[in-house]
């Protein structure tokens, strides 16, 4: 991974310690750091994130490729249904059933 060329702008993939992937982006770079737009900081040299973290819960960023890109957004979109799907003030029963056909299909 190399994260020496990276500058503000640029996108990264934030790895959570839980596991969940996100697309950031960079906002400034020093010597040392990358500072992200939501303020986190990373390491340049090895994408771990500053600050307090336990030695078995690492986050971290890294380079992503065009098929990461695509299958973050993808699982992203799917989330996002998934959650608003469980508030009934945002479904109707008619919806609901279309889902329901839909998902049983395949």
Do not use: W
């Not at 996108?11 to 697309?23: A, L, M």
């Amino acid at each position: 991974m190399n994260l020496e060329n990276i500058k503000p702008g640029d996108e990264v993939i934030c790895i959570s310690y839980y596991g969940t992937r996100s697309i950031e982006k960079v906002d400034r770079v020093t010597k040392t750091q990358i500072i992200l737009t939501n303020n986190q900081k990373f390491r340049k040299n090895d994408g771990i994130r500053i600050g307090r973290q336990r030695s078995f819960y690492i986050s971290r960023i890294t380079i992503p490729t065009k098929d990461e890109k695509k299958e973050i957004q993808r699982d992203n979109v799917i989330r996002k249904a998934l959650v608003l799907m469980h508030d009934k003030e945002k479904i109707s029963y008619d919806q609901a059933i279309k889902i329901i056909e839909i998902l049983e299909k395949e």
